[in-house]
């Protein structure tokens, strides 16, 4: 616990990043797609940003980014590797953290201490601008200490009935345990731009009165055939369909982030109080 306690004060003091959590309520919806484009984003701006595939035993994005990840957390979890030694440097600009994609790495995870990884995450994360983490479909308790780090929460939809429904059970799950990131709600694979507008103005109502959220943006990003193909060439759209509207979206909610200012005079009491609570500091 000291050593926590020392990482702790040393993020405090050092708080320049900010850390995104990027979440869905089921599969399917395209989460990971965005996380990674996201990510590929904040680094053409200049910024140094780790990307960590948090869906254990699931993950995809270096495949999505066209990578042959030679080690995954498992490493650092069985003691074979420092955390930082698991980072992999892609031609995007982006350090690509992934989880593995076996049954091996997931007893591994779900058989270690959480406090530890997130100890050592805040250490790496304390070096750069920005840590996208993309998480499974619905809530993982395993990764709780993840949300509740969260500065912002991109909660990535479908305009599909089922999708609403549990990416709303998700939003509640994360309401009753008192987790309330910076929200902003993505409406991906939107076929029909006016309806899916007026469906996502409902659902961010509903989200907001049921939920006890407060959206900070809305974006709805198209169904677009670009897409598809730059997963096949395993590539993110922004480099290859840069002018399509889902790139431009991706483009537009990257300078949002940019945009949006640390607030000296509150946050890093609020961050600090949010750590001692995570690590159980009295």
Known sequence: MPDQLETLKKVVAAKNFEIIVVASGKGG????????????????????????DADVGFAN?????????????????????????????TSYGIWLLSSGTDVGDLIAFRNESKLRLMDDFLKLVVDMDYAVVDTGAGFNEELVAFY?????LFLVTTPEPTALINVYTLAKVLATKGIFPELYLIMNQSRNTSKDTQVLERFSYVLEKFAGWTIAEKLIVREDSGVSASVLKQAPFIETQRHSQPA????????????????????????FVKFKKLFGIK
């Open 61 to 89: 994005v270096d495949i999505l980014l066209g990578l042959t990840t030679k080690n995954t957390l498992r490493d650092y979890l069985v003691g074979k590797m420092e955390l930082k030694d698991v980072l992999y440097p």
């Open 248 to 271: 431009q979206a991706i483009l537009r909610l990257s300078k949002m982030i940019l945009k949006s200012q640390y607030k000296e005079d509150e946050e890093p009491n609020g961050f």
């Open 29 to 52: 919806v395209g989460k990971s797609v965005i996380a990674a484009n996201f990510a590929v984003a904040l680094a053409k701006n200049q910024k140094s940003v780790l990307l960590f």
């Open 148 to 152: 509740q780090a969260a500065d912002k």
